[in-house]
């Protein structure tokens, strides 16, 4: 992260804040009002020692950055690292570990957590990504979840059930021990993408990252639990998640913007708390903010696309619109699909991602980051009577805002031509000029 901020200061990309600031709903505000453009570092917090970084990764550029490639190549990157994972690489000595902290202390001393929204009942990371390992077999899980502050070293996961750390925490209980967590803040851009791959129970997250990297990602071994970090992060929570302790939540901020009432969370205590000697808390804006909605729109897009391609080899790629939230709407790209191959994919993709419930299939002709372009492709391809797939009573997330009773209706849009469409005569023959002249001007158009 950190080769990163430097990278944004050098072009003007990292606007830094001297004033000091109050965490207490100060730092949501800033980050609210200047959700686009420059990410923003808060150099005094508080009385905390530790700046705060926040809007790092708010476009699609700003992760390609990350990455070090060109924007239009993030999801052949993602792709990629589904495919050719690396294992991760185990060192001895990390920057994260410079200094240690152990219980008792006050993680809202140790660490500037900001409160976000009025009706929210305290302060939550919102960058932390978590490290658990399955009770039964071992394996690592790699995931990001909302811990609220609740004094001292206590923390609240807020954490829906169908989630592989729900689960891992459930076979903790069933066992009837707690489940070891770290939670590390302050990471590699592909840290964050590869925590938000949907990949199965079991599988590794942290093996994309070293795909999205193209070399397997530094791990340090926990200092109290038995557990592996990025070694170069920022900071390091260490301990436990209690699942027989439930915690109310009430009132806490969701992607579609509002406010909802999810119940309880799971509680938990941080025993150990390590970090860089001059550590960066980075921050995320949750609610309907950029960086929250894209972060997971990034990494469900490119999953869906492997899993779409698995049955449907015409499907080049989706995108999962910032508009949708990040998560409920998509864009289908397809090569020269055959009849009924764009309805099949709308079902698949409502299947596989239980989030999703508006997808429009386009050509690959069509730019799907553009939106003028998908719209223009509704109006010349799609036909109503026959192209429009609704599917109500459907199951649905417990974040979709419309859901009645954990179902909605789920609608598909084919916006594809059809054989014969763009044939001389057919009604979707482009108007051009004669292709000779207009390839010399497009290779000329400089000297123009």
């Known amino acids: 992260m950190r080769a990163f901020l430097a990278g944004l200061e050098e072009t003007g990309d990292l606007k830094r804040i001297t004033r000091k600031v109050d965490a207490r709903f100060e730092i949501a505000s ?8 420059p990410a923003q570092f808060f150099e005094t917090v508080g009385g905390s020692p530790m700046p705060v970084v926040g809007n790092l990764f708010n476009s699609r550029a700003r992760f390609a950055r990350a990455l070090d490639i060109a924007p239009e190549d993030l999801d052949t990157a993602c792709l990629n690292a589904l495919q050719n994972p690396a294992r991760p690489v185990l ?9 240690v902290h152990r219980a008792p202390f006050d993680l809202g001393a140790l660490l500037p957590v900001p409160h976000w929204f009025e009706k929210e009942a305290g302060a939550y990371i919102t960058a932390g990504v978590i490290v658990a390992r399955d009770p039964e077999t071992g394996r690592r899980n790699v995931s990001i979840a909302r811990l609220r502050l609740e004094g001292g070293g206590r ?42 791959m949907y990949l199965g129970l079991g599988d590794d997250e942290f093996d994309i990252v070293g795909g999205l990297l193209g070399e397997g990602v530094e791990l340090v071994k926990c200092r109290t639990v038995d557990l592996e970090v990025p070694a ?13 302790d439930l915690i109310e939540e009430g009132a806490v901020s969701e992607f579609p913007g509002f406010y909802v ?26 609610g309907y903010a950029a960086e929250h909605c894209l972060l997971g729109a990034v990494a469900i897009g490119a999953t869906l696309t492997r899993d779409l391609r698995r049955s449907i080899p015409a499907v080049r790629r989706v995108l999962v619109t910032e508009g949708g939230m990040g998560r409920l709407h998509a864009v289908i790209s397809m090569h020269r699909p055959r009849l009924g191959e764009g309805k099949r994919a709308v ?7 239980n989030l999703l419930k508006h997808v429009v299939v386009v050509e690959d002709d069509v730019d799907i980051e553009d939106p003028r372009q998908v719209e223009w492709s509704l109006a010349a391809r799609f036909r109503g009577h026959e192209d429009l797939i ?16 954990l179902v909605v209706t789920k609608i598909g849009m084919v916006a594809t031509t059809r054989p014969g469409d763009g044939e001389a005569g057919g009604r979707s023959e482009f108007a051009r000029p004669p292709a000779a002249i207009y390839e010399h001007v497009r290779r000329n158009l400089d000297d123009y």
């Not at 109500?392 to 009773?405: Q, T």
């Open 30 to 37: 800033v980050l609210s009002l200047r959700e686009r453009g």
């Open 91 to 99: 060192i001895e000595d990390a920057p994260v570990q410079a200094v």
């Open 155 to 196: 923390i609240m996961a807020g954490i829906a059930r169908n989630h592989h750390l729900a689960m891992l925490a459930e076979k903790a209980r069933l066992r009837g021990h707690a489940l070891e967590i770290a939670v590390a803040i302050g990471n590699h851009a592909a840290v964050l993408i590869g925590s938000q």
């Open 232 to 244: 170069h992060a920022e900071i390091v929570l260490e301990g436990e998640l209690r699942p027989e």
């Open 261 to 286: 009432y999810y119940g309880p969370g799971i509680g938990g205590e941080i025993k150990c708390v390590t970090h860089r000697r001059d550590a960066i808390y980075q921050a995320i804006l949750p």
């Open 347 to 353: 079902l698949l993709a409502v299947g596989l991602v």
């Open 390 to 405: 609704v599917l109500p009573g459907v199951k649905a997330d417990r974040c979709d805002p419309l859901h009645e009773d």
